[in-house]
């Protein structure tokens, strides 16, 4: 079936210094990707929206200057949180959906970042 | 905006006890809703959806869900749960191209 691969798994990081995280599809073209943020005990809540070649798509709330999303290809999409602080601290999750495909959505085993 | 509730965010059962979660959202219409799993370390994995036909949907490793359109709801089940089973839960709905997703509902199964 369809494969989500999201690095690293996990990253520490220093405040100021900015992270990225990949999400790549395998053995399948994503022409939408969804980016998640996860607390702990809290539901995923979507971030952004990002189809291939265009910009991003943020929900209310969130800092698209500070989430930077980049959609450059069919199989690969990037999260860079710029600037990091300890408020950023969570567990990033990255969903890919199929050209075609328009109820299988398949999940990367997401990315816990630490801001210290 | 659609929204997801899920009312059970521990739940602690026993091997070969029944299980049922609950999970209901905010309003009506044509609705695409899915039910994930995500067990410890893993990825989140599908574990059944529903978008038309037959309200009582089958999933993978012996879990139902029934959707209640009148009550909005659209509750998990499993006859009789297996220590495997123990994970997180989530409930999901479609709003446009989006999932929107419950809170999550912790599962513990206790040999």
């Known amino acids: 079936g369809a494969v989500v691969s999201q690095h690293p798994s996990w990253v520490i990081c220093k405040s100021g210094t900015s992270v990225k995280i990949e999400c790549r599809s395998l053995d399948f073209q994503a022409t939408t990707m969804f980016w998640y943020r996860q607390f702990p005990k809290k539901s995923l809540m979507l971030m952004a929206t990002s189809n291939e070649g265009s910009k991003a798509t943020y929900e209310q709330g969130v800092e698209k200057d500070k989430f930077l999303i980049n959609h450059a290809s069919l199989t690969l999409s990037t999260l860079t949180v710029t600037s990091a602080h300890p408020e950023d601290s969570s567990f990033y999750i990255c969903?890919?959906?199929?050209?075609?495909?328009?109820?299988?959505?398949?999940f990367g085993s997401g990315t816990r970042l630490t801001v210290v | 905006a659609q929204s997801v509730s899920q009312h059970n965010h521990h739940v602690i059962l026993s091997e070969a006890a029944s299980l049922e979660l609950g999970c209901n959202y905010s309003y009506g219409g044509t609705v695409n809703l899915f039910w994930y799993v995500q067990y410890p370390g893993q990825h989140l994995q599908l574990l059944l959806k529903y978008f038309s036909g037959d309200p009582l949907v089958k999933g993978i490793k012996g879990f139902e869900a029934e959707f209640i359109k009148s009550k909005f709801s659209f509750n998990l089940r499993k006859p009789s749960v297996q220590w495997s089973d123990t994970a997180e839960y989530f409930c999901a709905v479609k709003e446009t191209d989006k999932l929107i997703f419950g809170t999550g509902t912790r599962l513990q199964v206790f040999p």
């Open positions: 969903s890919a959906r199929e050209l075609g495909q328009g109820l299988v959505y398949t």
